[in-house]
């Protein structure tokens, strides 16, 4: 399936030059002349990469603007700022509001493109790799042990090392009992058994933040504890 770039550019017929450029590599594309047009159509539908300019018609900072909206719904989405603002404070702000590069248009269409292969190169990999990565779902929680995540009902948990580790070794084993000195070989820390019962609380209390109903570690009073959610 062909990648989706949208180009947002006041220059009608530069935009038509680059439009043209990209669809002769083999890419879909979308071109918007002003910002409120652009921010309509990712409303619906965001595109595989953007690239934009600073100044959008009327709005000295519109692809600023846009940059900022962009980032509040995607973390990943590149961003391209191709401009002819050559300031050192304007490439700092592009690239503090969260684009991925600062183009001059002076730079090359060859360039140009090598820099959105290579994006997309990135991307492929980065998923390629979370696909691969081992993930125990447990009911509501998913834990990832690669990138030593928690989540639960989709809201990322902010658990410490120690922490993951003692919810790795209880969720790994479902119903069955661990003891005070079984999760601190998991975690691998040396400490009193009340130390590991602090360490619990904690990771009660950060699933209860999430969903105040959440129970999914029993306590065996003088054994051990066990998770219980499949």
Known sequence: MKKTIAIVEDEVELANNYKEAFERHGYTVSLYHNRPD???????????????????????????????????????????????????????SGLMLGANEYLLKSTSLQLLLVR?????????????????????????????????????????ITATLTEFWIIECLAKHVGHLK???????????????????SHIKRIRKKFRVIDDTADPIKTEYGGGYRWLVH
């Not at 779902?137 to 030593?148: H, M, S, V």
């Not at 000195?181 to 040396?190: E, K």
């Open 38 to 92: 652009a921010e309509h159509a990712f409303a619906q539908t965001i595109p595989d990469l953007v690239v934009i300019d600073i100044g959008l018609g009327d709005e000295p900072n519109g692809g600023f603007d846009l940059c900022r909206s962009l980032r509040a719904v995607s973390d990943t989405l590149p961003i391209i700022f191709l401009t002819a603002r050559e300031s050192d404070f304007d490439q700092v």
């Open 116 to 156: 959105i292969d290579t994006f997309f190169r990135m991307l492929a990999a980065l998923t390629q790799q979370h696909e691969n990565d081992t993930v125990l779902e447990r009911g509501p929680a998913l834990i990832n042990i690669d990138r030593k995540t928690v989540s639960w009902n989709g809201s990322d």
């Open 179 to 197: 003891t005070r000195d079984q999760l601190m070989n998991a975690a691998n820390i040396v400490v009193d058994s009340a130390t590991v019962n």
